[in-house]
């Protein structure tokens, strides 16, 4: 078991692997990966393809956090990254761009609810992922289930 609260490196099986922490995204126990050699990042399930992420924020997650580990995950990629997501195909770093548009739109829209005091019904029924949820929404979670957790982590931490 290693433990780390800084960016660490590792060696293993010819491969450099950085190992990158991050705030509270899909749990307050988050890191990113980069493979140098092979050029490629992941982050397991806080990177969704094609569908919701999952953001526990039983666990400490919240999207803020998504956010930031996006954030700090895009300037270790670069055109020829492959990106391995939790769920969903292999991506590109267009594709990592695409998703931190999302999860910035997303993030800002229940800012913005949380600030006019809706609860988490109403944010709902206000349809904040609505020209996400045909195509995200034919995933694991229907696009109730994504705002229910993802405003309720985001009530948790603002």
């Not at 999302?102 to 949380?114: A, G, I, Q, Y």
Request: charged residues 25%; aromatic residues 8%.
């Amino acid at each position: 078991m290693v433990t780390f609260t800084n960016e660490t490196q590792l060696h293993l099986n010819g491969e450099d692997l950085r190992l990158v922490p991050v705030p509270p995204a899909h749990t307050d126990g988050d890191v990113l990966v980069r493979l140098e050699k092979a050029n490629v990042l992941t982050w397991a399930t806080c990177i969704s393809r094609g569908c919701f992420p999952y953001i526990d924020s039983s666990s400490g997650g919240w999207i803020g956090g998504m956010v930031e580990g996006v954030k700090r995950g895009l300037p270790l990629t670069d055109a020829k990254t492959k990106i391995i997501p939790g769920h969903g195909p292999v991506g590109t770093q267009e594709d990592l761009k695409t998703y931190l548009a999302f999860l910035e739109t997303v993030h800002e829209r229940f800012t913005k609810l949380k600030a006019a005091g809706k609860s988490v019904e109403e944010a709902i029924a206000a349809a904040p992922t609505r020209e996400f949820d045909e195509k995200l929404g034919a995933g694991y979670f229907k696009p109730e289930q994504f705002i229910r957790f993802a405003y309720t982590g985001l009530l948790k931490h603002q």
